[in-house]
């Protein structure tokens, strides 16, 4: 079983910084893609940034200059560092990795329970 825990989230000012972590622990053999997603109410859920094992990173146009994703391979953990957050980056945001738990399985994609980002105005 490979759990994903987000922690980092909370209430910031516009204008103001968060960093998001997630930790990914259990029978992990390997972590290919690390990704982060956020849904706001109402809305569907989005791909925000992600990072590949090698940490090549892709950004969604509304977040390129602000936020940064990264990752510590040997702790298993990716992290979203968001700087200048705005009020529509007001979200749940979800960590999502794509797990291998031996050398003969496939990777798996597995999501975090999600930590709430508000900004207010």
């Known amino acids: 079983q490979v759990q994903l825990v987000e922690s980092g989230g909370g209430l910031v000012q516009a204008g103001g910084s968060l960093r998001l972590s997630c930790a990914a622990s259990?029978?992990?053999?390997?972590?290919?893609?690390m990704a982060w997603y956020r849904q706001a109410p109402g809305k569907q859920r989005e791909l925000v940034a992600t990072?590949?094992?090698?940490?090549?990173?892709v950004y969604v146009d509304s977040v390129k200059g602000r936020f940064t994703i990264s990752r510590d391979n040997a702790k298993n953990t990716v992290y979203l560092h968001m700087n200048s957050l705005k009020p529509e980056d007001t979200s749940v945001y979800y960590c999502?990795?794509?797990?291998?738990?031996?050398?003969?399985?496939?990777?798996?994609?597995?999501w975090g329970q999600g930590t709430l980002v508000t900004v207010s105005s």
């Open positions: 999502n990795a794509d797990v291998k738990v031996a050398l003969i399985s496939r990777y798996r994609e597995v």
């Open positions: 259990g029978n992990i053999f390997s972590i290919n893609s």
């Open positions: 990072i590949s094992s090698g940490g090549n990173t």
